[in-house]
């Protein structure tokens, strides 16, 4: 058990660019979540996907927000045209959920740190 | 909709001090709880959680349970070590099994043990 590996550990870039995290989950693990954490704050939730498929995003996904999964193993996370309120730690977490069996826990990455100038 | 609070920090305490971190929660249905823990510089560990009613769970001597006539599943330690030093969040999803069972925070509580 590796564990769930984000990348990059910490971003900062001007505002207006695009920028991409990868999150590389649990080998196992069926289930992988994204979510947001402001200074001082709880996380937060973004979207989740079963294997590729993305099956529920949060109101705080923004147009300018997209997730993917492309193979079910790995997931990217882009922001374009990034703005000064990105500004925060984006958590992957990653979980296995199998028919008949309910909560199996969320294992969370180190996350990446965003900064926008 | 789902909502978790905690008591209010920082929380500040000496060496070998008993902890209690209060948590309420609001949800429909019946929920499952956790209690993670987040050191400086890390991402989020599950301490303990607790799937049903009067369940307790427990980890390290930390220690919580699910009480659901009072909405509360209260984090405590007998004795806490410099090393506890950390932020904690409640937690909550549902059991749904088709749903997401995505997380509910609570706005966290900062820990400092002082030797």
């Known amino acids: 058990d590796t564990g769930v590996s984000q990348d990059p550990r910490h971003k900062i870039t001007k505002r207006g660019q695009n920028v991409t995290f990868r999150c590389d989950p649990i080998?196992?693990?069926?289930?992988l979540y994204w979510y947001r954490q402001t200074l001082g704050q709880g996380p937060e939730f973004l979207t989740y996907?079963?294997?590729?498929?993305?099956?529920?995003k949060s109101r705080l996904l923004s147009d300018r927000f997209s997730a993917e999964r492309p193979k079910g193993s790995f997931s990217t996370l882009e922001i374009q045209r990034t703005e000064q309120g990105d500004s925060a730690m984006y958590l992957c977490?990653?979980?296995?959920?199998?028919?008949?069996?309910?909560?199996?826990?969320?294992?969370f990455g180190d996350g990446t740190r965003l900064s926008i100038l | 909709g789902n909502s978790v609070t905690q008591m209010e920090g920082p929380v500040t305490l000496s060496e070998e001090a008993f902890l209690t971190i209060n948590c309420t929660y609001t949800a429909t249905g019946y929920p499952s709880l956790f209690w993670y823990v987040q050191y400086p510089g890390e991402g989020l560990q599950l301490l303990l959680k607790a799937t049903k009613a009067d369940d307790k769970g427990s980890n390290k001597g930390f220690e919580a349970t699910y009480r659901k006539e009072t909405t509360s599943f209260h984090l405590e330690k007998g004795s806490v070590q410099v090393s506890d030093s950390a932020v904690y969040f409640c937690?909550?999803?549902?059991?749904?099994?088709?749903?997401?069972?995505?997380?509910?925070f609570g706005q966290g509580t900062r820990l400092t043990i002082n030797p």
């Open positions: 996907f079963q294997n590729e498929a993305q099956l529920e």
């Open positions: 937690a909550l999803s549902d059991l749904r099994i088709q749903g997401a069972q995505k997380l509910v």
């Open positions: 977490a990653s979980s296995l959920v199998r028919l008949g069996t309910v909560n199996q826990p969320q294992h």
């Open positions: 080998s196992e693990h069926n289930r």
